[in-house]
């Protein structure tokens, strides 16, 4: 198989099956011997996935009928992306998007016909597609809407920063290495790397690389993690011999960090994936950590040993909107009703993990979404319910602060988008 064509196959799995774009690719790329196909596979599948929106609305207007073949359909959808955003010289991405089709003679002619067409009339195309907001920033209607109504002043840098590939940043464990020698090394590697403005433990690259190739990677010195998700940690504020609860923990960067930031007296981290477990583990051995893991529901602590919990995160199951950079394959499998669903399970969460919490205990609320009805909506609506929680201000100069927490907006310092607020619990 071509590697165009092993890109339409992993297309179809994700935009026509609505298959995650990783699974998809862990399910592919093993299979491609070549370093560079497998390289060029991944980025034109998230090329496309990426731009699907504007590239579905120029091939609509190139293509007479619908293409009722998925993997011809998505050979058309990364021919366009190949000529309009990618640096394949425009006669290999035509000429080798058709011989992809292989011999179905009737599929190279239309693939030949639709890739050319778009080459003469490039402009006028566009800008018919351009003319609607949500297939110019290549988003679904429901989700553009969603986000001008949240953020009416920040829409536009809001959808440009989540078309935009996000920096790898990395974590250096503190138990191992500082980060100014971390940064050291890497230099001496030839690596260029800057440290990051808000986490003190963060460093991002100039240019993506190989995590497993860089210095200290097994022997636990680093992580990958967002500059945003590093800040859980700090804000927890976990002093020695504490009781910590990291609800929804896999794959269980936030435990490590709590753990290579403080010496609390347990850590008891819990997921509902018993499948999930394993990263947890496998992030807890490379960084020569220890933690209670366990299999369990958030929302139904039957899984409590009834000792309660001077910290607790609830890392809530979210739409991830926040994320789409990194992920985005969301912005299609992501349905409208799946946001007043996703609320309703944090709600649960919450109201369980509460009583979990000792008085005078910390309660740090975190999501990776940009959706208000998610985020500061669904504290607000917590903080009704339950007398006993008090809003514990967030005092920083990163996002913005709200009535209740603090929501960091995707590409504010270069971050993925993050929503924290943190709770008192009345009594202590």
């Known amino acids: 198989m071509s590697s165009r064509a092993a890109v339409a196959a992993i297309l179809v799995r994700v935009l026509a099956e609505g298959r995650s774009l990783t699974a998809a690719l862990e399910d592919a790329l093993p299979a491609i011997p070549r370093e560079a196909d497998r390289a060029f596979v991944q980025a034109m599948s998230f090329g496309v996935v990426r731009w699907y929106g504007r590239l579905d609305a120029v091939l609509r207007q190139l293509a007479t009928k619908p293409i009722q073949d998925p993997q011809i359909r998505m050979l058309a959808l990364l021919g366009l992306f190949q000529l309009e955003y990618s640096r394949v010289k425009p006669y290999a991405a035509v000429a080798e998007t058709v011989a992809a089709a292989g011999r179905k003679e009737w599929a190279r002619r239309l693939l030949n016909g639709v890739l050319r067409n778009f080459q003469r009339r490039r402009d ?120 910590v609860l990291d609800l929804c923990a896999a794959p269980g960067g936030k435990t490590v960090h709590v753990l290579e930031s403080a010496d609390p007296a347990e850590v008891v981290a819990l997921d509902i994936d018993p499948a999930r477990l394993v990263r947890i583990a496998a992030n807890l051995e490379r960084a020569g950590l220890r933690a209670t893991v366990l299999a369990g529901d958030a929302a139904q602590p039957d899984w409590w040993d009834g000792a309660a919990f001077d910290r607790i995160l609830v890392d809530a199951p979210c739409s ?109």
Not at 375 to 387: K, T
Request: hydrophobic share 45%.
């Open 124 to 243: 006028e195309l566009l800008a018919v597609a351009d003319a609607d907001p949500a297939s110019r920033h290549a988003h679904p209607p429901w989700l553009w809407e969603r986000i001008g109504g949240d953020w009416p002043d920040a829409e536009p840098a809001l959808l440009e920063a989540a078309n935009r590939q996000a920096p790898l940043t990395l974590r250096v464990n503190r138990r191992r290495c500082q980060r100014d020698p971390y940064l050291a090394r890497l230099a001496e590697a030839g690596i260029e790397a800057a440290p990051t403005r808000v986490s003190a433990d963060g460093v991002i690259l100039a240019q993506p690389q190989a995590v497993e190739r860089l210095p200290g990677y097994a022997a636990g010195w680093i992580s990958v993690q967002d500059e945003a998700a590093q800040l859980a940690a700090p804000l927890l504020e976990v002093e020695a011999g504490q009781r």
């Open 320 to 428: 991830a909107t926040g994320v789409i950079r990194r992920h985005p394959d969301i912005k299609w499998l992501r349905q409208p009703a799946d946001i007043a669903a996703l609320a309703r399970q944090q709600s649960r969460i919450l109201n369980a993990a509460w009583p979990l919490l000792k008085a005078g205990g910390h309660l740090l609320y975190a999501t990776c979404s940009i959706l208000r009805e998610e985020n500061d909506a669904q504290i607000a609506a917590f903080l009704q319910r339950h007398p006993d929680a008090a809003d514990d201000p967030i005092r920083a100069d990163w996002g913005r602060a709200l009535v209740h927490g603090r929501q960091i907006l995707t590409g504010s310092g270069d971050m993925d988008g993050f929503y924290y607020a943190r709770l008192v619990k009345a009594g202590g």
